[in-house]
């Protein structure tokens, strides 16, 4: 009985939070499906009077918006790849070599995580002038990769630990070199922590408006979250709340993309069946 | 296929524990090798030096005639079953197998699927080749894992106490299993268990380790009739070989509930007044009254009170508990502490016929086999009735 009526009460919870975190959501989608009359009106409503989808076709034509999507997803992608490899490499070494530093490599790693991003904004301002890469993509590659290397290594780590040993011991009398022995059985392994990897490290960079603001001027390099920020309307005298909120639904897509393609991989329990439990 | 030859082996850890202390051993080829010892003996530290799992602190590790202590695992051509199977688990039963032929890259696909379908049907995993091993139960992986160890020609297989996962009927099965499939293929194999009926059963030869020091090398009949010392003998045998004092006085051998006249093999090796240990096994002792009477007199015959008998069926144990003199005492927790047991009591566990009235707390009249007394030296432990000559290895059969 007791355990029927908590189960409701957990149910109750659940749906409350549900609504309070899908609200805003809801809300955005609703905005960028409104015809901008809509949000000057004088008897405001949830749902559009209207659907339109001319905000989409508004925000496609603007080459604002175009050339920051295209930022965002090429520095996404780049950083993303570079550190996931970077990270692979240094994940594997930390769980399986003995080497001299290790403890100190991994505080500092973890150190960096913690770093306070806004301070760094400052002395990388100056920096990347003077060496040349501000406004670029190599400029928000590389700040993206150092946020996002510690944790990354951090998380693969912890997956290469769970991957007995054994593994590769079979492996190698088995004929392989090491280095067939990590390709060929230890990155299958791992290849959950891999994605799981691949999605926050995705998520940080594409999401990420501090360094994105602040070291880039110009279309040239600017991504999406900051873009957002130089938004105007069709007119000066039309709102521009509609295409911001029908850009923001666009960049919301490879989010839900990537994590709806990612999710049955990153299931536990892959490795089960390797060795007698 | 290849002859195993380790030479003055020793394997010394970064503190200078030794773990593997200067061990010798010829493995012929084809032979079936056991390792056994209790656990932290260094046994499957040697096994993991055979196959190059581990670096050779000093000796020389020689497989078919080639040193190969600096060669990485994958040169030395050895075919390994894990503890606990180390299958591939993304990859399906099929390509488990086939991965090391693939790693050699020299067969073409048809090959392969030849190979693989054959090792399959003689291990009888046709039926699972596309399953994942994740859905295998514990008997189907280790055969899986002995699978891709019989698909390549390998020098020598080599089983980390493989059966130790499985429960015991299974491994009764598997053990005969690969008894049959190391004859039939007739590879050199090196066995590591912790098991004494898998050493005892599987072996053409067994040698017994201690703390990384080889104690025996021997058939296990051998073992069992002519253990070299305390060790070996308490060891090898369940229940154990029961030790107790035994004083040398007037020509007669003064054991705690019994008195023996010396036999003539006894009195060169003995000196009078000293104390010795005796070493008997449960089953040469008999219940006086079931006897055949021309027998008896190759014994003793002696009366104790039974502390406890336990039935079993097809055989039947009795306890007797005896006091013992200290210093006998604590040379018997030594060897315990050895032997990874713990020296409960001063006891002797009697194997009587099961067809024996002895009950507990009777007082019976019991009949020892001397002729099948050892006596140990209570310092060295070594074997004082040991008969030199009895190294003789049974014959390896290859097939």
């Known amino acids: ?277 | 296929m290849a002859e195993i030859t380790i030479h003055n082996i020793v394997k010394q850890y970064g503190d200078g524990y030794p773990a593997v202390n200067d061990v010798s051993l010829d493995i012929a080829d084809g032979e079936l090798m056991i390792l056994v010892g209790p656990s932290g003996c260094g046994k499957s530290t040697l096994l993991r030096m055979i196959v190059g799992l581990e670096d050779i602190t000093s000796g020389d590790m020689i497989i078919g005639g080639n040193r190969v202590n600096d060669k990485a695992p994958r040169e030395r051509n050895l075919a390994m079953v894990f503890q606990n199977y180390a299958l591939y688990p993304h990859l399906t039963v099929f390509e488990n197998i086939a991965f090391p032929l693939r790693l050699a890259g020299k067969l073409s696909d048809d090959e392969i699927r030849k190979k693989v379908t054959d090792a399959a049907k003689t291990l009888e995993l046709h039926e699972h080749l596309e399953r994942k091993p994740a859905n295998l139960s514990g008997g189907q992986r280790q055969r899986v894992a002995m699978g891709r160890a019989i698909v390549r020609q390998a020098a020598a297989f080599l089983f980390d106490a493989p059966l130790s996962n499985l429960d015991a009927k299974l491994r009764g099965q598997m053990r005969t299993e690969i008894l049959r499939l190391q004859r039939q293929l007739g590879v050199t194999t090196v066995y590591v268990t912790h098991d004494q009926t898998e050493a005892m059963t599987l072996g053409d030869r067994v040698a017994v380790l201690k703390k990384g020091v080889l104690q025996q090398v021997a058939s296990p009949r051998e073992f069992y009739d002519q253990p070299v010392n305390l060790f070996v003998a308490g060891f090898i045998g369940s229940p154990p070989m029961n030790f107790v004092p035994a004083t040398v006085r007037n020509n007669q051998l003064e054991l705690p509930f019994l008195t023996i006249p010396m036999r003539p093999e006894w009195e060169t090796i003995t000196a009078s007044g000293k104390v010795y240990i005796a070493g008997i096994r449960p089953g040469s002792f008999e219940d006086a009254s079931l006897v055949d009477s021309d027998k008896v007199n190759r014994g003793v015959t002696f009366d104790v009170d039974i502390d406890v008998t336990e039935w079993l069926g097809n055989e039947q144990y009795a306890f007797v508990s005896y006091e013992a003199p200290a210093e006998i005492t604590t040379q018997l927790e030594r060897l315990a502490s050895d032997l990874d047991s713990e020296q409960l009591r001063t006891q002797i566990c009697v194997e009587v016929d099961p067809l024996s009235r002895v009950r507990n707390g009777d007082n019976a009249t019991l009949w020892l086999d001397t002729s099948r007394l050892h006596l140990f030296d209570p310092q060295t432990g070594g074997n004082l009735t040991r008969t030199a000559g009895s190294e003789r290895r049974e014959p390896v059969t290859t097939g």
């Open chain 1, 1 to 277: 009985m007791s355990t029927a009526k908590s189960g409701g009460w957990w149910t109750i919870a659940g749906v409350v939070i549900v609504i309070y975190s899908f609200f805003p959501l809801a809300w955005m989608i609703s905005l960028a499906f409104k015809p901008p009359s809509d949000i000057v009106s004088g008897s405001p409503q949830f749902l559009p009077t209207t659907w339109t989808f001319d905000n989409f076709v508004t925000i496609f034509s603007d080459s604002l918006f175009t050339r920051a999507l295209i930022n965002s997803i090429g520095i996404a992608l780049v950083a993303t790849v570079l550190s996931v490899v970077i990270a692979m490499f240094a994940a594997y070494a930390i769980a399986r070599l003995e080497f001299r530093g290790k403890k100190v490599l991994l505080s500092l790693a973890l150190g960096i995580a913690m770093f306070p991003q806004a301070a760094l904004v400052g002395p990388l301002f100056g920096m990347w002038r003077s060496v040349g890469i501000y406004d670029t993509w190599i400029g928000l590659i590389i700040p993206y990769m150092t946020f996002a290397l510690p944790l990354s290594i951090w998380t693969m780590s912890a997956f290469f630990r769970q991957i007995p040993w054994e593994m590769e011991h079979a492996a190698q009398v088995d004929g392989a070199t090491q280095w067939q022995a990590f390709r060929k059985v230890i990155v299958p392994l791992a290849a959950p922590g891999v994605f799981t990897t691949v999605i926050l490290t995705f998520f940080f960079c594409w999401n990420d408006f501090l360094f994105s603001i602040s070291l880039t001027s110009t279309n040239s390099a600017r991504t999406v979250p900051a873009a957002l920020a130089f938004f105007q309307g069709a007119s000066y005298f039309e709102s521009a709340v509609p295409y911001v909120m029908a850009a923001s639904v666009i960049v919301t897509i490879p989010v839900v993309i990537l994590v709806l393609a990612f999710q049955r991989r990153i299931v536990a329990g892959l490795t089960s069946g390797a060795v007698k439990g």
